[in-house]
């Protein structure tokens, strides 16, 4: 029989495991600490590349990864659909703005999200609504007036109030499962940087809700049967330092589609961007400086049939200080990892996942052949500078709609011009640890030393009592191992 009946799931966007945890020490967050930490556990936890928001809350929505729901960043560009369809509203895809909401129907048919499984569930603030019951969806269009306002006005914390207030209301229709977004970490550390004082005031904010939350559980005598679980999308890094990639390739002579601007025709490359410390790259098969055909869009172009033109272009990404390294699609599968003259093949074989460096050791993983299964790259790696960047690699080139090579962006560096506005101060999006780790907080505790976002569906639904859909990428975590 399931153990609890309900769950409010808050996904404090943008929030570091590392700042939760001192904060907590400092007495700073005292709901947090009495209701969860000791209760429960904080887990340093890992999420997904990219580490964007919007792709990175599919493993909370679905239990997988990004390229397994084959929305591979916050922009896409298909090729396939580029060089064959002669209309179609899903060649490229930017999910900023109104166009967040399209990304419920992009995700692969086939996958179910948890607002499928659980009935009666409430969502706020969280474009992704795949399956949620008509009245479930309590932010529809208010979503887009809160950030309209908040992003004129800079009163993220208007919009954070609004979701405490909003959750707090639901909960008297007793709802199974609650999801809401939290923005104010993520768009105050946008602006100042992950550790600036409002950014720091958001995480209180968080730790007010929870108790306001706690409070009315209790009141209704519910509390003993509920979770609340703190989760985020993404952790940041402070940013000075930016690359405008669209611009150093336009002037090299490779003809550049990215957005805003997309009516070109006859370009060589697609530029995606993501979170800012990551982007996606489509190159042409074939193009050499003249005119490229539709045609050439249609199949992948693995690092082995770059033409020369290609090559440089690369050469010359990768000398820019702002690219930390890059994951080139590879003939025979995988990905090769190229961090300037270090290379490594990056490839699954019989189930488990191999990392091969061929000179250097670009992940700064001890320079050895390492083969293992998913768990051991985890545990392996979860200290390093780049968390379970093998899984994570080899999980979103899987997509169709991911590009050719992958760019992660070096700390302090993300990968669009300082013009654009707003100028950003954090970034996110790529495969170190400042942008991987995240937090995850429950008041009941998460089994083993650490876990990733995907890991979370399996384990909640277990914890609830709801079959766990099979072909998941994540592993329920709600009893030891
Ligand atoms: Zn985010």
Redesign the pocket.
Known sequence: MASYKRCIMILA??SRPDVFANLAEQGKLPNIKEHLIDQGSLKHAVTVFPS???P??LPYLTGCYPGTCNVPGIRWFDREKYATAFWSRSKHRSYVGLDTLKMSHDVLPSIQTIFEIVPHSVNIFNGISKGISRGGNKTSFMRLWNWYYAHLTDRWSLVDENATRLVLKHLDSDPTFTFVVY?GI?EYSHMGDPFHSEALVSYERVDDAVGQMVDKLKSKGWWEESIILIV???GLSGTDEHLGVNQLLESNGVKTFFYPVVFKKGFAAAHMVS?NGMSHLYLAKGANGGPVPKQAWREACHEEDMTPLQQQALDLLDQQPAVDFMAIRAREGGAWVRRGQERARVYESAGLYCYEPVSGDPLRYGGTTLKLNAEDWLLKTYQSDYPDAVIQILQLIRSPRSGDVMLSAAPGYDLRLRYEVPEHHGS?GGLHRDHMMIPIISNVPFSGETCRSVDVFPTLLEWMGYDIPENIDGISRARLR
């Open positions: 966007d943008g964007t928001t919007g990175a809350y923005p993520d985020s999308d993404h979170g996110h």
